[in-house]
């Protein structure tokens, strides 16, 4: 894994740019973990200045207990992001960090250091409610094979069974915390909100994607590349692109 330097607990910055005009803030997918984003450090660097999540659960907060409420987690992450930094910041995320990073904008603007933009990608809106999902209920194996059918994790991570004990507990806490996050009636954050999603997406249709529009008071724009969940994998130029767009990077 690539090293990152001037983390604290919760963020990695594995291409610190301490001179950009702007922040960006990466939450993972379900499962994922800060380091998901070093190409997008290295690829924004020096114009962004990337800020990388790490949950607690895995990679080097591994021994910590994983945390299965996305509002407890939405909590921690603002606090983290509440470090004095002046500059403005902006907020990525992707699947399950997406309904986290509409919760930590939330927060963040309720503290008057609101983001100038909220990037959603691979996740439907949150008035886009289907009916009860229980990946987090379902045995070890079923819920193993549910996160293998997103494409989203090396194969290879599923043949060492180590690693998967390892990650286990990390991965039915993420779900847990996605399925069982309910948005508080009302609330719609005030920055404007990038909508991006792939056409083949079994986790979002292209109309849950735009419902997305309900939950700001700001305008809305709409992303649709080809591809499943991690359409994002195989269209990281075209997303960096609208990233850059918007950020005047």
Not at 21 to 31: N, Q
Not at 88 to 109: I, N, T
Not at 196 to 220: F, I, N, Q
Request: glycine residues 8%.
């Amino acid at each position: 894994m690539t090293s990152a330097v001037d983390t604290g607990v919760w963020i990695r910055r594995y291409r610190p740019a301490p001179d950009a005009g702007v922040r960006l803030l990466c939450l993972p997918h379900a499962g994922g973990a800060a380091s998901y984003y070093v190409p997008v450090a290295a690829a924004l660097a020096p114009a962004a200045d990337v800020l990388a999540v790490q949950y607690p659960g895995r990679q080097d907060r591994r021994s910590e207990e994983p945390l299965g409420d996305l509002r407890e987690l939405a909590d921690r992450v603002a606090d983290a992001v509440g470090d004095g930094d002046e500059r403005p910041l902006a907020v990525f995320g992707h699947s399950m960090g997406a309904l986290l990073g509409y919760e930590v904008a939330l927060r963040l603007e309720e503290a008057g250091r609101g983001p100038v933009r909220l990037f959603v990608s691979g996740r439907r809106a949150p008035s886009a409610v289907r009916p009860s999902e229980d990946m987090h209920k379902r045995t070890d194996s079923a819920l193993l094979d549910g996160v293998r059918r997103l494409s989203g994790t090396d194969a290879q991570v599923f043949e060492d069974e180590e690693l998967v004990r390892m990650v286990l507990p990390a991965i039915r806490a993420d779900y847990r915390a996605v399925e069982t996050y309910e948005p508080r009636p009302g609330d719609r954050v005030r920055c404007p909100v990038t909508v991006l999603t792939g056409d083949d997406d079994p986790m979002a249709t292209v109309e849950e994607a735009r419902a997305w529009s309900a939950h700001t008071e700001g305008p809305t724009d709409l992303h649709v590349f080809p591809g499943g969940h991690f359409y994002l994998n195989d269209r990281a130029a075209d997303v960096l692109t609208v990233v850059r767009a918007h950020l005047g990077l």
